[in-house]
C-alpha cells in the first residue's frame, strides 16, 4: 500500500506567511502613497523581523526554523527595499517637510543629483548600507538550498544580527523620516563637490565590497559555530568574497577618478583617512581571497582564513566609524556626531570581540598537519598574506597615529605620502614581485616544468626595463628605477606564464587548450594584468608628469613640455544650478596646430553659496592634459595649472581590469554551493 506524505504546512509557518503579508502590505503602501511615516513604520517591522531571524536558532520549533528564517529575511529585505524607495521619492519630489531632503537637496537640482541626494548624506547613506546588507542577505536565502541546514540557519542569523544592529543604529540615532514643523519653501542642496555622476556611483559600489565582506564574516562565524570549516566551507565563502573585493576594487576606482578630475589638484591619491578606510578592508580581502584558495583546495590554512574574513569585515566597520564618527576630518566624510560614532564603536566591538571569543573556543579543532614544502603555492599563498596584512597595518598606523598622539600628547602632525611612499610601496613592491612566482608554483611541493623559463624571462623584462629607465631619463630616483624594474618582472612573468601554458603560436591546438582551460585561470591572469596596468599608470605619472604654475591674461601663450596654452577668453556662463566664470584655452602643439580646446571652470552654486573647481581634462592613451582655472581678475590676470600627465589613465583602467577578474573568477565559480564530484552536500 503506498504511504501518502503530507504537503500541509505547519501551523507555524502558515501564520508567518500570513504576517507576512501584512508587513509586504505595509510595505508597498509606504511606496504607494510616498509616505514617510510608513517608511519609518517599515525600518521598525524590518528591526522586529530581524531581531526575530536572529533568534531563530535558539526558538523550540524545528524543522520549520530554517524555512522561517529564510522568509524572514526575504520579508526583511522587502520591508528596507520599500523604505528607502520611499525616501528617493521624497528627494525625487523636493519634500521639504522632511529635513533631510531641506538639507540635501534643492528644487534646481538636475534629477540625477536629487536621487544621488538620496545617499550624499550620513541617514540616506546609512540606509543605502542596510539595503545592501539586507539583498545580500536574501541572496543567500534563495540560493542556499543546498548547503546544510544548520549552517545555512546559522549564517542567516548572524547576518540578521548585522541587520539589526544597522536598523537599530539608523532609528535610534539617524532617522531619515524626520519631519519639519514648518517645511521651508526650498531646500539648502546638496554639496556641490557631491554633484557628480563619480560621487552618484561611487559610494554604492563602496557599499557592495563593505556588505559584501558582511557576508564571509556570517559565514565565518557561523563555520564558528557549528564547527563546519571545510573544504566544502571555503567553497561557499569563495564566491561572496570574488563579488565583494570586486565590487570595492571598482568603488575605490570611483572615488579615485573623482577626486583626480573634481578637486582639481591633479592627483588621483591623496591618502586620505577616508580613502585609507576603504584600501584597509580591499587588502585584508585580497589576502581573504589567496588564503580561502588553500582552504578549498587542501583544507590548510582554516583557522587563518577564518581571522581574515572576521577582521575583513571588522575593517569594514573601522572606514564606517571613521567617516561617520568625527574622530578623522576628510573631503568626502559624513557626519562628525560622536554619539553615532559610540554606536558604531560598539558594534565594531561586538562584531570583533564575540567571534574572537569562538575562535578561542573552536581554534584547536580547526589545526591541520603541514604537509607543505618550503618551494610550493601553499607557502606562496602564505607569504602573501603576511605581505598584504603587513601593508594592512602600516595603513593603520598611519591612519590613526596623529589621533592616538593627539589624544595623549596634545600635539597635531599629519602623516601623508612621504610617510607612505617610505613604507607602504616597499612592502607592496614584495606582493608584486610574488604575484610572477606564486602562479607557476605547483600545490604542496615543486614547480610547474615552465617555471624556470617564466622566471627568467620576467627577471630580463625588469633588467631591461630599469636600464632603459636609466638610459631615456635625465633624472630618475633609485626608487623609480626600482618601480620600473618591478613592472618588467611583473609584466614578462605574466606573459612568459601565458605562452607557456597556452602555447599561442601552436595555432591548431590553441583553440582546445583554451575550450578546456575554463573562466577561473582568465581571472587570475586579467587580475594580474590589471595590477600590471596599474602600475604602468602610476610609474608614468609619477615619473614623467609635469607641470606649469602662472598668471596669464587673455591672448598670452603658456608653454609646457612640447605643446602650448594660447588663453583666448574668459567667459560667464549658465548651468542648470549654478554659474561659472570659464576660460577657453587653446591646445597647439609646437607647429601651431590645434589639439583641443579646454575650459576649465570656476563654478559658484547660489543654493549653497560655495564654489567649486572644475579641471578640463584631455585624455589619450599617452597621458592627459590637465588644466586648472584659479583665482584672478582682468587687470592682473588668472591663475592656472596646467598639467602633463603621461600614462594616468591606465590607473583605472588597470583598476577595471582587476575587477573584472574577479568577477571572471566569480562567474566560473558560480555553483560553488554544489558539492564537487565526491563531495558532501551534507
Request: charged residues 15%; glycine residues 10%; aromatic residues 10%.
Amino acid at each position: 500500500m503506498a504511504t501518502t506524505i503530507a504537503t500541509t504546512p505547519p501551523p507555524i509557518l502558515s501564520s508567518f506567511r500570513l504576517a507576512l503579508l501584512a508587513c509586504l502590505g505595509v510595505g508597498l503602501a509606504s511606496v504607494a502613497l510616498a509616505s514617510a511615516e510608513l517608511g519609518h513604520l517599515a525600518l521598525i517591522m524590518a528591526l522586529v523581523s530581524s531581531l526575530a531571524q536572529a533568534v531563530m536558532p535558539l526558538l523550540p520549533l524545528g524543522g520549520a526554523r530554517l524555512e522561517l528564517a529564510r522568509q524572514l529575511q526575504l520579508m526583511v529585505s522587502a520591508l528596507v527595499l520599500m523604505s528607502f524607495a520611499a525616501l528617493v521619492y521624497g528627494f525625487v519630489v523636493s519634500d521639504f517637510s522632511l529635513a533631510l531632503v531641506t538639507a540635501h537637496s534643492h528644487s534646481l537640482k538636475p534629477m540625477i543629483y536629487k536621487i544621488a541626494g538620496t545617499w550624499g548624506n550620513h541617514e540616506g547613506s546609512l540606509l543605502l548600507w542596510i539595503v545592501i546588507l539586507v539583498v545580500f542577505g536574501g541572496i543567500f536565502a534563495v540560493t542556499s538550498r543546498v548547503v546544510p541546514p544548520r549552517f545555512a540557519l546559522t549564517t542567516l542569523s548572524v547576518q540578521a544580527t548585522i541587520t539589526l544592529a544597522f536598523l537599530a543604529f539608523s532609528l535610534f540615532t539617524s532617522n531619515p523620516f524626520e519631519r519639519l514643523d514648518e517645511p521651508p519653501l526650498d531646500g539648502r542642496g546638496l554639496n556641490p563637490i557631491l554633484q557628480d555622476i563619480g560621487l552618484a556611483l561611487h559610494p554604492p559600489m563602496l557599499y557592495l565590497g563593505y556588505v559584501g565582506l558582511s557576508m564571509a564574516f556570517s559565514l565565518a562565524v557561523a563555520g564558528l559555530i557549528t564547527g563546519r570549516i571545510d573544504r566544502d566551507w571555503g567553497r561557499w565563502l569563495r564566491p561572496w568574497v570574488l563579488a565583494a573585493w570586486s565590487a570595492l576594487t571598482i568603488g575605490i576606482a570611483l572615488g579615485s577618478w573623482w577626486a583626480y578630475y573634481e578637486l582639481g589638484w591633479g592627483g588621483w591619491w591623496f591618502w586620505d583617512p577616508v580613502e585609507n578606510a576603504s584600501l584597509m578592508p580591499w587588502l585584508a580581502a585580497t589576502a581573504l581571497i589567496h588564503s580561502v584558495l588553500v582552504v578549498e583546495k587542501r583544507g590548510q590554512l582554516k583557522s587563518w582564513t577564518v581571522l581574515l574574513a572576521i577582521l575583513s569585515f571588522s575593517l569594514s566597520l573601522v572606514g564606517t566609524f571613521i567617516v561617520r564618527s568625527g574622530l578623522l576630518t576628510s573631503v568626502h566624510s559624513f557626519a562628525s556626531d560622536p554619539s553615532r560614532g559610540v554606536f558604531i564603536l560598539g558594534i565594531l566591538a561586538l562584531a570583533v570581540g564575540i567571534p574572537l571569543m569562538l575562535f578561542a573556543w573552536r581554534g584547536p579543532s580547526l589545526k591541520t598537519a603541514a604537509d607543505s614544502k618550503l618551494i610550493s603555492r601553499d607557502t606562496g599563498l602564505v607569504l602573501n598574506n603576511i605581505i598584504l596584512l603587513v601593508a594592512t597595518m602600516v595603513v593603520i598606523i598611519g591612519t590613526f597615529y596623529p589621533l592616538a598622539l593627539e589624544l595623549i600628547t596634545g600635539a597635531r602632525i599629519t602623516v601623508g605620502p612621504p610617510y607612505f611612499d617610505a613604507s607602504f610601496n616597499p612592502v607592496m613592491a614584495l606582493a608584486l614581485v610574488g604575484m610572477a612566482i606564486g602562479p607557476v608554483l605547483l600545490w604542496r611541493s615543486g614547480a610547474l616544468p615552465h617555471a624556470r623559463v617564466v622566471l627568467a624571462i620576467a627577471a630580463g623584462g625588469a633588467v631591461v626595463l630599469a636600464a632603459a629607465g636609466a638610459v631615456m631619463m635625465t633624472s630618475v630616483s633609485a626608487a623609480g628605477l626600482a618601480g620600473l624594474g618591478l613592472l618588467g618582472w611583473l609584466a614578462l612573468g605574466l606573459a612568459a606564464d601565458l605562452q607557456s601554458r597556452l602555447k599561442f603560436h601552436q595555432l591548431a591546438a590553441l583553440k582546445g587548450r583554451l575550450n578546456t582551460l575554463g573562466l577561473a585561470p582568465w581571472g587570475v591572469w586579467l587580475g594580474h594584468l590589471g595590477m600590471a596596468v596599474f602600475v604602468l599608470g602610476a610609474m608614468g605619472d609619477g615619473l614623467g608628469r609635469e607641470e606649469v604654475v602662472i598668471r596669464a591674461k587673455p591672448g598670452q601663450v603658456i608653454e609646457l613640455q612640447d605643446r602650448n596654452y594660447r588663453f583666448v577668453a574668459i567667459e560667464e556662463r549658465k548651468g542648470p544650478n549654478y554659474t561659472t566664470l570659464t576660460a577657453k584655452l587653446q591646445l597647439e602643439d609646437k607647429s601651431g596646430q590645434v589639439l583641443a580646446v579646454m575650459t576649465p571652470e570656476k563654478r559658484f552654486y547660489p543654493a549653497e553659496s560655495q564654489t567649486t573647481t572644475e579641471a578640463a581634462i584631455r585624455t589619450r592613451p599617452g597621458g592627459d592634459d590637465y588644466a586648472v582655472l584659479g583665482d584672478g581678475d582682468p587687470d592682473w590676470g588668472y591663475s592656472f595649472r596646467l598639467y602633463h600627465k603621461p600614462l594616468i589613465s591606465w590607473i583605472w583602467g588597470g583598476a577595471g581590469l582587476m575587477a573584472i577578474g574577479g568577477m571572471m573568477a566569480f562567474a566560473a565559480r558560480r555553483k560553488l554551493n554544489l558539492p564537487e564530484p565526491g563531495g558532501d552536500a551534507s
